[in-house]
């Protein structure tokens, strides 16, 4: 067991979840990109969105995708900036691919921040291999990079 995973446990996302996934949006992503309250009521329905906790209860963070026939596309990820640098993203990332691998997902792809280098390490260092520049991604002259991981046999 990693320290990480004594100090936090993943489950599926609740609907009384939603203020905390709200606030941890909004202190990861600028109003003009973070996803509304509209949005996240349908992701907590209809995608595997999976949040990390405190024993306490406190959500810490969060990962949202959700399997396209075999391929697990992974939407957003968001750590709560109290709790990162605990190795928490990489638990969420690792859950939810253990998840979409049960729904018959194979690889799996996501986008990054072409200038988020600590995101993008993140996923060089869980497998991920960047692919294909994606221009306007994010908005105009915010760029993307789009990465895929193929799954352990």
């Not at 928490?88 to 792809?109: D, P, Q, Y």
């Amino acid at each position: 067991m990693t320290p990480c995973s004594r100090e936090f446990s993943v489950r599926q996302a609740r609907l009384s979840d939603l203020p905390s996934l709200m606030e941890i949006e909004a202190q990861c992503f600028p109003e003009e990109t973070a996803f509304p309250q509209g949005m996240f009521v349908f992701l907590i329905r209809n995608a595997r969105t999976l949040v990390a906790f405190k024993h306490t209860g406190e959500v810490a963070g969060f990962i949202i995708g959700y399997p396209s026939g075999r391929t697990g596309i992974i939407y957003t990820l968001d750590v709560a900036p109290i709790f990162r640098r605990r190795g928490l993203a990489t638990l969420l990332l690792s859950s939810l691919e253990v998840e979409l691998g049960r729904c018959g997902a194979r690889r799996f792809r996501l986008e990054a921040a072409r200038d988020d280098p600590v995101a993008r390490h993140l996923y060089r260092q869980a497998g991920y291999v960047e692919k294909e520049a994606l221009r306007d991604y994010y908005g105009p002259g915010r760029w993307a990079v789009r990465m895929w991981k193929e799954a352990l046999p």
